[in-house]
């Protein structure tokens, strides 16, 4: 009776937490397909229509900004942070002095919000009193920098603010997969005559590619799912020149009363972020077995 009451009272617990994220996780997904395929506006109309909500976003040149933006922030963002990231790394792994406040220093982004990272930028940028406004104060009064009023610029400020946040979290990442690397490796590639460079690109860097898939799928499902960092320091502007997937999909549902519109853009960013993170979790469940 005992044993049996261990082996239930655990699965009583977890009961209501797991009923709950099953209905309001995985029952708004399909709620929000439903949507999609109806002529739902400002409420819930389940009058079915077919695939006419997806036709009508795929005309809509809104769409095809949003999608561009998120194309371009997506690259630049996952790139750029990736990038800095080895390199702050590799930097660190050189065992420098007060390693602690270092790594501190460029974590603390990741502590912030995108909600607060976007409100700093948005007045750092400010080009009548963030940077150019200083710099301009300072003497050098022909410093232009007004990215953020510029519809073709705006969207590679929210790029600037994104990886300031993000290169410190693919930065630990990679710090953390170089202290795995056996140094006994690196010792013997030394002693063979190979610089620190050569070892590091053609030894340290190719045995961490399980850390760079890992950093690619966290840092792109992030740049899909963008929406309080760009509501914060552009709300999609000027215009919507800097909308994304994730800012317009709010736009058409709750500004524009398009619910269906809004509900079939989601249900397209619901595939692409299942696109990418599907194969990564098939990949690491298939390879549990093997290192069993």
Not at 43 to 53: D, H, I
Not at 105 to 119: E, I, K, R
Not at 143 to 148: A, E, G, K, R, S
Not at 193 to 204: D, K
Request: charge should be positive.
């Amino acid at each position: 009776m005992a044993r049996s009451l261990d082996n239930i009272l655990p699965k009583l617990v977890l009961a209501p937490a797991f009923v709950l994220g099953l209905a309001f996780i995985y029952g708004f997904m399909v709620w929000n397909g439903v949507l999609s395929v109806t002529v739902s506006r400002m409420l819930p109309n389940y009058e079915f229509v077919g695939l006419a909500q997806y036709e009508k976003l795929w005309e809509m040149d809104r769409w095809w900004v949003a999608l561009k933006n998120l194309a371009i922030f997506g690259v630049l963002y996952v790139g750029v942070s990736m990038a800095l990231g080895i390199f702050l790394a590799i930097l660190l792994d050189q065992k420098v002095r007060a390693e602690g406040f270092i790594r501190t220093v460029y974590l603390y982004p990741m502590a912030l919000s995108f909600v607060v990272t976007g409100t700093a930028w948005k007045w750092i940028l400010n080009p009548s009193d963030g940077l150019q406004k200083l710099v301009q104060d300072m003497g050098w009064t022909s410093f232009t920098f007004d990215w953020l009023v510029q519809s073709d610029l705006a969207i590679y400020c929210v790029v600037i603010a994104g990886v300031w946040q993000s290169t410190g979290f693919a930065m630990a990442l990679f710090l953390a997969g170089l202290r795995g690397v056996d140094d006994s490796i690196i010792k013997a590639a030394q002693i063979d005559g190979a610089s620190l460079p050569r070892i590091y690109w053609r030894i340290v860097l190719p045995s961490l590619r399980p850390v760079f898939f890992s950093t690619l799928m966290v840092l792109a499902h992030l740049s899909i799912k963008s929406f309080d960092l760009v509501m914060a320091l552009t709300a999609g502007g000027p215009g919507y020149a800097t909308d994304v997937p994730a800012t317009f999909m709010y736009a058409m549902s709750f500004s524009r009363g398009q619910i269906g519109l809004g509900a079939a853009s989601a249900t397209i960013m619901l595939a692409t972020v299942a696109a990418i993170v599907v194969p990564y979790l098939y990949s690491e469940l298939r390879s549990k077995p093997h290192d069993r």
